[in-house]
């Protein structure tokens, strides 16, 4: 049994608000992903919540640049989409938890201990940050990425964090996203994992392995070379 999960695309509007792909690279951008994905031949796979910008760009419009990637998002048998903070208007659901080998895992996009990241000044920041994006220089942009992820990663970080070591009091594993960094970290209660992103040009992801040989499930951090 292998899964692969994936979180944070960001899939905007094909502008240069757009974390994943301006329009002109959206296609091959999604075609890569795709490969990526199905380069590890899961028997599923975990789409772990911010899949879309919803706090930029209306679902529609983001159809319209995104349309074949978004076809194998949802439509693909293997694919489950979970929700994110930026994609929480989305029906569907915030965790989702199995068993393989014994093992009792949960998968979750991480935000719920940090009721900041469904605010409205939250919201406010990310549209703010998009005109930036949209308008101005992008040396402009970058000092305000800075900027902002100064103020917000750590306690990004920080919270994700503890709400994985809540959810290994149940739990062997918990694997989120939201940091957007790329982790695998043993805790006193089990393992915590987090996906990274799929954004500007970066492909990073975290696969679930059953071992035929041991009562084991092998968690691996993958990245595109």
Same mark, same amino acid.
Request: glycine residues 6%; contains cysteine; aromatic residues 8%.
């Given at each position: 049994?292998?899964?692969?999960?994936?979180?944070?695309?960001?899939?905007?509007?094909?502008?240069?608000?757009?974390?994943?792909?301006?329009?002109?690279?959206?296609?091959?951008?999604?075609?890569?992903?795709?490969?990526?994905?199905?380069?590890?031949?899961?028997?599923?796979?975990?789409?772990?919540?911010?899949?879309?910008?919803?706090?930029?760009?209306?679902?529609?419009?983001?159809?319209?640049?995104?349309?074949?990637?978004?076809?194998?998002?949802?439509?693909?048998?293997?694919?489950?989409?979970?929700?994110?903070?930026?994609?929480?208007?989305?029906?569907?659901?915030?965790?989702?938890?199995?068993?393989?080998?014994?093992?009792?895992?949960?998968?979750?996009?991480?935000?719920?201990?940090?009721?900041?990241?469904?605010?409205?000044?939250?919201?406010?920041?990310?549209?703010?940050?998009? /005109?930036?994006?949209?308008?101005?220089?992008?040396?402009?942009?970058?000092?305000?990425?800075?900027?902002?992820?100064?103020?917000?990663?750590?306690?990004?970080?920080?919270?994700?964090?503890?709400?994985?070591?809540?959810?290994?009091?149940?739990?062997?594993? /918990?694997?989120?996203?939201?940091?957007?960094?790329?982790?695998?970290?043993?805790?006193?209660?089990?393992?915590?994992?987090?996906?990274?992103?799929?954004?500007?040009?970066?492909?990073?992801?975290?696969?679930?392995?059953?071992?035929?040989?041991?009562?084991?499930?092998?968690?691996?951090? /993958?990245?595109?070379?």
């Amino acid at each position: 049994m292998r899964i692969f999960i994936v979180s944070d695309l960001h899939l905007g509007d094909g502008t240069p608000a757009d974390d994943f792909a301006l329009k002109a690279n959206a296609l091959a951008q999604g075609e890569k992903l795709i490969s990526f994905i199905n380069d590890h031949n899961p028997d599923e796979i975990y789409f772990n919540g911010d899949i879309y910008e919803l706090w930029q760009h209306r679902k529609k419009k983001i159809k319209r640049i995104h349309g074949p990637l978004i076809d194998f998002i949802e439509h693909d048998p293997r694919s489950v989409v979970l929700k994110g903070n930026h994609d929480y208007k989305l029906t569907g659901t915030l965790t989702h938890s199995f068993q393989m080998n014994g093992k009792k895992i949960l998968i979750s996009h991480g935000f719920q201990n940090n009721p900041r990241m469904t605010s409205w000044f939250s919201r406010a920041l990310c549209w703010i940050q998009g /005109v930036i994006e949209r308008t101005f220089n992008p040396h402009i942009d970058t000092a305000y990425r800075r900027f902002i992820n100064s103020l917000a990663n750590t306690q990004v970080v920080i919270k994700t964090r503890e709400y994985a070591e809540t959810q290994l009091e149940d739990y062997d594993i /918990v694997v989120c996203g939201h940091t957007h960094h790329l982790l695998k970290e043993e805790l006193p209660n089990g393992l915590y994992a987090n996906t990274s992103c799929c954004i500007n040009g970066r492909l990073e992801g975290v696969l679930l392995e059953t071992d035929a040989d041991a009562d084991t499930v092998k968690v691996s951090l /993958v990245q595109m070379p």
